[in-house]
Structure formats: structure tokens, C-alpha cells
């Protein structure tokens, strides 16, 4: 009875490990989405505002810079972007839209904070990753839009991903397209947590011989990647 419950540990455990080593790859392969995927998926609703931008130094000037920023010039400080917005982007129900990592977000208008964001997580000091969306009003146009990025952690400081604009709906489209390895990993992650979990619970009801608790820490496991990856 005993090399029953080891061999099917055995077999769940390698499924397990084999899932692991495949997210990453997933991961990586979905990251090689490009800005032109995204413009090409749906050219006239959503797309890359590249150009344009200008960051701030540490002794406050501006200089030009094309997105995503990822010069090591900018790491470990907060990063100032900022551009004059035109009337074709402004109106219309467009929203400007990034991923921020782990960062806490401000945006302001000809120096007047419309959006702030500044959070902890629930588990972790860092903020959140998470996507941002806002909404550029027709009365911006003509006027200096400034985002600040900033996180407690000076590796996440310094840079930006790229910056969309496009309506709502559409963007949300492309968020999941582009994030569809990701959500599908952890899904799969919870639904293997949850599963490692009644099994066990209904092994332990109905089997008062059985004492193995691999497939409750095996659960554990794959709740706290999950909780983790999430965050």
C-alpha cells in the first residue's frame, strides 16, 4: 500500500517540476511580443507612444528619450517622463495605458496630480505590479502630461515600459494578449494547488492509515508561486 502512495507522489511530483520548468520558458517566449505586434494587432484603437517623451536627470534637466527606458543612467532614482500631449491623442476616449513594476505611480497635468497610485502589497513592502489606465480628457491638449515612477527598491527605479494609447476596450485586449502565457500559467498553478489540496483532504477523510503529507506541501508550493507571481 505504501509503494502505491510513493509511486503516485512520484508521478505527481515529476508533473509538478515538469510545470515549473515550463512556465518560464512560456513566460519567456510570450515576452517577445514586440511594440509592432501590438500596433499590427489593431493599428487604428491601440498604440505605441514611443516618441516624444522626455526624462528628467538628477540635476533636474530634461533630455529626449525613446520608450521603454532602460539606460543605466536613470537606475536608482525615481523616473520623471514627460511630454506636451496633442489634440489628436487627447478627446476621443483614449486612455494612456503602461505597466508599472512594483512601482508607485503619479501622473499630473501642467503640475496638478490627477492620478496618484501608492501602494504596498498585502504580502510583500513592494507595490504591486500593475497596469495603469489613464484617461486623456480634450482639455489636455496642448498641456504637459508628467508621469513619475518610483519604487522603495532602486532595482525596479530608472525605467519604463512602454506607454500605449488607445480606448479602453482595446487595450484591455492587447494587456491580455500580451500577458495570455502568464494568466494561463497561473491559473493552471491555482487549479493545481487547489486540486493537491482536496486530494489530500479527501485521502486523510477516507484513509485513516495514510499519513504522507507530500501532497499538502506540494499545495502549499504551488499556492505561494502563485501568490507570488500575482503579486
Do not use: Q
Request: proline share 3%.
Amino acid at each position: 500500500m505504501e509503494k502505491k502512495h510513493v509511486s503516485i507522489l512520484t508521478v505527481v511530483l515529476s508533473f509538478v517540476v515538469l510545470f515549473m520548468i515550463t512556465i518560464p520558458i512560456m513566460a519567456a517566449a510570450h515576452a517577445e511580443s514586440t511594440t509592432a505586434d501590438a500596433n499590427t494587432s489593431n493599428p487604428e484603437k491601440i498604440k505605441a507612444l514611443s516618441e516624444g517623451w522626455f526624462a528628467k536627470d538628477g540635476d533636474g534637466n530634461l533630455h529626449p528619450v525613446v520608450l521603454p527606458v532602460k539606460d543605466a543612467g536613470y537606475k536608482g532614482r525615481a523616473l520623471t517622463l514627460s511630454r506636451v500631449l496633442s489634440s489628436e491623442e487627447c478627446g476621443c476616449g483614449n486612455y494612456l495605458v503602461f505597466n508599472a513594476f512594483h512601482s508607485s505611480v503619479k501622473i499630473s497635468i501642467d503640475g496638478e496630480t490627477k492620478y496618484d497610485y501608492h501602494t504596498k502589497g498585502k504580502f510583500f513592502p513592494l507595490a504591486p505590479s500593475a497596469y495603469h489606465f489613464f484617461r486623456l480628457d480634450s482639455s489636455y491638449a496642448g498641456k504637459t502630461i508628467t508621469i513619475t515612477l518610483d519604487s522603495v527598491a532602486s532595482k525596479f527605479n530608472g525605467t519604463s515600459e512602454m506607454i500605449y494609447i488607445g480606448d479602453r476596450a482595446s487595450a484591455i485586449v492587447m494587456i491580455f494578449r500580451h500577458n495570455a502565457a502568464a494568466i494561463f500559467s497561473y491559473t493552471v498553478l491555482l487549479a493545481i494547488a487547489v486540486l493537491f489540496l482536496l486530494i489530500w483532504l479527501f485521502i486523510h477523510i477516507y484513509s485513516k492509515d495514510y499519513h504522507n503529507n507530500g501532497l499538502f506541501c506540494l499545495a502549499l508550493i504551488s499556492l505561494f508561486m502563485f501568490i507570488g507571481g500575482i503579486n
